[in-house]
């Protein structure tokens, strides 16, 4: 099964026509001042010979988004066995990153070490996030998960101001693939009361072979525990409400019951860039200091397994009505 194996690693290659490959890492500072995105991708379109690299920059305290291009011949993949990328000068892997980035008067600099990362657990119908769907071909896009929690070590220089990450938090996932689904949302959150406590939720219309359908997946780790839930594991969502301040979501499988809100109002959303046939023209209205309130239920006793607030939350929407469950 070759790389497809490991979700983690490079996807792709530089010569497909219509393809983009992205990693999402989140950093937190220990007093939650500083709370960023950092995206290093490719986006390939050949037709169009617009195939560049770029890092996206995303500070979710003042909601405003950087998009750092650089020539393609800028992007290496420095391994086929683990997820050791790099960009220019900027280098990215499950154990640090680097960066040296000086565009349009925007200035990064420094390293972070990742200490102790929690990667997804390897089974063989089930090498990452997305089960035995990372096996199928022909799906315009998959996503992974590199790192569900893990401490940071080390400081970064943006525009001349020293930030001390020492003690924070990151977290890691990646999406690759041809284009974005046309509607999805998305949320995650590693600051929880409970250190030992990280989550994520997507949902996305799925367009295969000529049909779409409504795909799901949910990973919850919590004291060294995995909980999943998603369309290949035939769990189901009960109940997805979209409201103007909260999103309130159940899914449910035989065993479990979760069941979370996520709070929108007053959260300001920084825009990215997202890929359509490997061109970078559409957008993603992303925040990253909403707040979750968590509970999974075992469902046989009725007893309540979490329950927790997590903050620092990421949340994505896009065109949330035609996900909802049909009754």
Same mark, same amino acid.
Request: hydrophobic share 35%; glycine share 8%; net charge neutral.
């Given at each position: ?139 315009? &896009?998959? =996503?992974?998960?590199? +790192?569900? $929690?893990?401490? /940071?070590?080390?400081? %970064?220089?943006?525009?001349?101001? *020293? ?117 970078? &023209?559409? =957008?993603?209205?992303? +925040?990253? $200091?909403?707040? /979750?309130?968590?509970? %999974?239920?075992?469902?046989?006793? *009725? ?25």
């Amino acid at each position: 099964m070759g790389r497809r194996s490991k979700p983690e690693v490079f996807q792709g290659d530089l010569k497909k026509k219509f393809y983009f490959e992205g990693w999402y890492n989140k950093i937190v500072d220990k007093p939650t001042d500083h709370i960023y995105a950092i995206i290093p991708a490719i986006a390939l379109n050949r037709k169009e010979q617009s195939s560049h690299a770029f890092i996206q920059f995303l500070d979710g305290v003042n909601a405003t988004a950087e998009y750092f291009k650089f020539p393609l011949e800028d992007f290496q993949n420095l391994s086929t066995e683990q997820f050791e990328i790099q960009i220019g000068k900027n280098y990215f892997s499950l154990d640090r990153i680097q960066l040296e980035i000086d565009q349009d008067n925007f200035s990064i600099k420094g390293s972070l070490e990742y200490v102790d990362p929690v990667p997804w657990p390897k089974k063989f119908l089930q090498p990452g996030v997305m089960g035995w769907f990372s096996y199928m071909p022909f799906m315009e &896009t998959y =996503h992974g998960m590199v +790192s569900m $929690n893990h401490e /940071i070590q080390g400081t %970064l220089t943006i525009n001349g101001k *020293e930030i001390n990450f020492n003690n924070g938090k990151g977290y890691i996932e990646k999406d690759w693939g041809k284009s974005f689904p046309s509607a999805w949302i998305w949320t995650q959150s590693n600051h929880f009361s409970n250190p030992n406590l990280s989550f994520m939720f997507s949902i996305a219309k799925i367009p295969f072979l000529g049909m779409n359908f409504n795909g799901f997946l949910s990973a919850l780790w919590h004291e060294g525990n995995f909980y999943k839930f998603a369309t290949y594991t035939r769990a189901k969502v009960k109940t997805l409400d979209i409201e103007p301040d909260n999103l309130h979501i159940i899914v449910e499988d035989k065993k479990y019951r979760l069941d979370f809100e996520v709070a929108k109002k007053g959260i300001g959303s920084g825009l990215l860039k997202a890929p359509q046939e490997g061109v970078m &023209t559409g =957008h993603i209205a992303e +925040s990253i $200091n909403s707040k /979750i309130k968590l509970r %999974l239920f075992d469902k046989k006793n *009725e007893s309540i397994i979490i329950d927790d607030l997590g903050v620092n939350a990421g949340l994505e929407i896009k065109d949330p009505e035609s996900l909802k469950p049909k009754k």
